[in-house]
T-cell receptor, first 117, second 113 residues
Framework: GAVVSQHPSWVICKSGTSVKIECRSLDFQATTMFWYRQFPKQSLMLMATSNEGSKATYEQGVEKDKFLINHASLTLSTLTVTSAHPEDSSFYIC?????????????FGPGTRLTVL | AQSVAQPEDQVNVAEGNPLTVKCTYSVSGNPYLFWYVQYPNRGLQFLLKYITGDNLVKGSYGFEAEFNKSQTSFHLKKPSALVSDSALYFCAVRAPGDDKIIFGKGTRLHILP
């Protein structure tokens, strides 16, 4: 099946620094990738939809200048948390949409746990 | 706007018994429906989906789900539960023509040995 990887799997950073999270589709090309945020014991909240070669579409309430998304190729999207603060600590999950061959499914990465001190 | 409801925060089932995890949805048009499972500190694993066709959908690990249009439900089922099925289960919906998948709040399934 389709595999999505994320790097790093966990990161600890100091308040005020920036952190970049990578999301890769390993065995398929994804024109659309998604970034989610999950708080403990809660559901996934969609942050933004990322289309290759164009600007990301952010959900209401998500600061686009704080959560920078780049989708430079069909297999890579990155999320950069700029000037991170403790309230940004969360589990960040990306997903990639597969539409080829009549299939239309999202496959998820393993997630990145961000802890901001 | 589309939405998904999972009315149960937790479901407890004895090993070997059948299990059901409930899901209802609200969407304009014909929905795309999904079930995902999440193990601790892990991403989501795809279980099954309904787009069109047979209302009974079979997925991974022996799970299946039944699409019921009149009741706007998509309950997840398994005939015989395993302890290893214990995890967090998410139902999700996507409206036709939309990129976004909207998730329910999740149901924690606890299989008792």
């Amino acid at each position: 099946g389709a595999v999505v990887s994320q790097h790093p799997s966990w990161v600890i950073c100091k308040s005020g620094t920036s952190v970049k999270i990578e999301c890769r589709s390993l065995d398929f090309q994804a024109t659309t990738m998604f970034w989610y945020r999950q708080f403990p014991k809660q559901s996934l909240m969609l942050m933004a939809t990322s289309n290759e070669g164009s600007k990301a579409t952010y959900e209401q309430g998500v600061e686009k200048d704080k959560f920078l998304i780049n989708h430079a190729s069909l297999t890579l999207s990155t999320l950069t948390v700029t000037s991170a603060h403790p309230e940004d600590s969360s589990f960040y999950i990306c997903s990639a949409r597969v539409e080829a061959g009549g299939s239309d499914t999202q496959y998820f990465g393993p997630g990145t746990r961000l802890t901001v001190l | 706007a589309q939405s998904v409801a999972q009315p149960e925060d937790q479901v407890n089932v004895a090993e070997g018994n059948p299990l059901t995890v409930k899901c209802t949805y609200s969407v304009s048009g014909n929905p795309y429906l999904f079930w995902y499972v999440q193990y601790p500190n892990r991403g989501l694993q795809f279980l099954l989906k309904y787009i069109t066709g047979d209302n009974l959908v079979k997925g991974s690990y022996g799970f299946e789900a039944e699409f019921n249009k009149s009741q706007t439900s998509f309950h997840l089922k398994k005939p015989s539960a395993l302890v290893s099925d214990s995890a967090l289960y998410f139902c999700a919906v996507r409206a036709p023509g939309d990129d976004k998948i909207i998730f329910g709040k999740g149901t924690r399934l606890h299989i008792l040995p």
